[in-house]
């Protein structure tokens, strides 16, 4: 790993090929693939961090593709409702936020290679499930920028742990010892806050060759009553009660601690009583 300037846990860092930074490239980009949050994400915390070590705009690509296993107006929905919430996000700190939602399987690719090619590195997440982890080894061996992921999963690092645990109660006594430290290496709560930002060189919007081949997706038109009908997803599965996003995710969060949390432990296994974190 390149000597870094960041507080994110060098262990929370994994290189996926052997290409070196090049800081005199246009830009840095985060790929937000998994994490689709703004707040307390490490990988957003270490792509803003190289924009400002390499004084660079940095770039929010968060993308959608069509063909993903189960894809369903349901989960097409929710993930365009955080989409949302993150534009909104990134627009109030000056950094590029740009959302692509794949019309037809296939029309995607290239996207982030061209975006690679002119990117000093480029930044993604590290989650260890779905299609995720094979994605992130296909674009290791075909970007031609240095491709860093980063393990914003939880308080314990994925991998902290140097062996596998057979039984549930000797990880329980290996993780109470070892998880106080990782508590306090907590991420940014706000990494795009103003303060952390400001300093970076500012970028409006992609080369017009790119944004023409893959277009800015218009969020608001998709989120219409007929706005999923042009996708060839699962249209039987319609969409939820709940919104997406992270501003639904931090009013939820905040009712179980008003009104739940300091009785769940005996209430959470109690269906009459609505005593489950949800």
């Known amino acids: 790993m390149f000597p870094y300037e960041s507080e994110v846990p060098a262990l929370r860092l994994r290189s996926m090929n052997q290409l070196a930074v090049q800081p005199d490239r246009r830009w840095v980009i985060y790929w937000m693939t998994a994490f689709r949050r703004t707040r307390s994400n490490y990988a957003l915390q270490f792509a803003r961090d190289m924009a400002k070590q390499f004084d660079r705009p940095l770039i929010v690509l968060e993308a959608l593709r069509v063909d993903y296993r189960w894809a369903s107006d349901r989960f097409h929905r929710f993930i365009i409702e955080g989409m949302l919430d993150n534009q909104a996000a990134c627009s109030k700190s000056g950094v590029l936020y740009y959302p692509y939602v794949e019309p037809q399987s296939g029309d995607g690719s290239g996207l982030i290679e061209a975006l690679a090619a002119q990117a000093a590195v480029v930044v993604s997440d590290d989650y260890p499930c779905f299609f995720h982890p094979r994605m992130l080894q296909k674009a290791g061996s075909k970007l031609s920028s240095a491709l860093i992921a980063v393990d914003a999963n939880c308080l314990m690092p994925l991998r902290a742990a140097e062996r596998t645990f057979t039984v549930a ?59 999923m009908m042009q996708f060839s997803i699962d249209h039987g599965v319609g969409p939820g009660a709940l919104r997406g996003g992270a501003a639904t995710a931090a009013q939820l969060l905040e009712q179980f601690v008003e009104q739940r949390l300091a009785d769940y432990d005996s209430a959470r296994n109690e269906p009459d009583e609505l005593g489950s974190s949800e």
């Open 169 to 227: 109660h000797s990880y329980r006594r290996w993780m109470q010892k070892e998880l106080p430290q990782h508590i306090e290496q907590p991420p940014a709560p706000n990494p795009l806050d103003g303060r952390s930002t400001r300093t970076l060189p500012q970028l409006s919007k992609l080369p017009p060759e790119i944004e023409r081949r893959w277009p800015r997706a218009a969020l608001d038109a998709l989120l219409s009553p007929d706005g």
